[in-house]
């Protein structure tokens, strides 16, 4: 299984950004779907993630801001982000779980400055 994410970059405070996780490989049924982020020096914490069927959670310091989605026919998942504050600045990792197995993408990198 194949994580690959895209979308991050450099953004300026308040601004957005979409961050896509396409999944590919021996794909038999994914279960769920998140995203984490990981700033320098800290250790790489949950941000949102959402079940197959739907339901979504998310980290207090996100929750209004940050929205997951996914889109099971494709294989993605989603993470729109609002309102981007500089605390958000980190890589951000996109996390499958199938067969009770996790799978993790490469990273990318989220700046936002103020």
């Known amino acids: 299984v194949q994580l690959v994410e895209s979308g991050g970059g450099l953004v300026q405070a308040g601004g957005s950004l979409r961050l896509s996780c396409v999944v590919s490989?021996?794909?038999?049924?994914?279960?769920?779907m998140g995203w984490y982020r990981q700033a320098p020096g800290k250790q790489r914490d949950l941000v949102a993630i959402?079940?197959?069927?739907?339901?979504?959670n998310y980290a207090d310091s996100v929750k209004g801001r940050f929205t997951i989605s996914r889109d099971n026919a494709k294989n993605t998942v989603y993470l729109q982000m609002n309102n981007l504050k500089p605390e958000d600045t980190a890589v951000y990792f996109c996390?499958?779980?199938?067969?009770?197995?996790?799978?993790w993408g490469q990273g990318t990198q989220v700046t936002v400055s103020s």
């Open positions: 490989g021996n794909i038999f049924r994914i279960d769920a």
């Open positions: 996390n499958v779980i199938q067969l009770a197995r996790n799978f």
């Open positions: 959402i079940s197959r069927g739907g339901s979504t």
